[in-house]
């Protein structure tokens, strides 16, 4: 009897001691903050804002990104485009110098007719010039010679500015050169004297 007494108090403290444990768990759960619903609100709020302005951050990266490659791209094109175009002229071009030498000879032939005197000698060189020429325009180079025609400083030289009251002002009135363009570019002026009509205001 004695013994079953004395383990009856053995498990005593044992109790007492996983009451005072689980106790002390409560308070402190107890103490912790609690959060309130509108706090709680609160943060979803400030979380999905700040997920917003994520999100927006980055479809404008991505759209500066695709803008970026558009403009690549467009540079790139551009280029090629350009590429092509100085290939292009380079080719139809590239008899520009050898045709430049050729006008010497064009100058030639008419010092030739202004300075002959025989007429069979004149028809021979007019018809040695009109077969040069001939020749020259089959591959696109054109003769320039504007006699009466309206001065036009980007294809003509005036060499002399002649007061004239019987052609209207600007007028040329002699070619002492002719001038040559290579398809729509210019070898050389023409040297022209212009008309200066002093009863008609400059246009």
Known sequence: MTQKHNTDKSTKPETSSTYSTAQQQMDKQ???????????????????KEHQAISEELKAQKKEHQESQLRMLADWKNLQERAERE????????????AKSLLDVVDAIDQGLLACTDDHQKEGLALIRKTFLSAL????????????ETYDPHHHEAMLMQPNTEH??????????????????LLRPARVVVSQNPTEKPS
């Open 30 to 48: 107890s103490d912790q903050p609690k959060v309130s619903t509108n706090e709680l609100k609160e943060q979803i709020q400030k979380l999905k």
């Open 87 to 98: 290939k292009v002229q380079s080719r139809q071009y590239a008899i520009s110098d050898f």
């Open 137 to 148: 325009e089959k591959n696109h180079i054109e003769v320039l010679s504007p006699l009466h």
């Open 168 to 185: 209207p002002h600007n007028e040329i009135i002699q070619v002492i050169q002719t001038g040559f363009k290579l398809k729509d570019r």
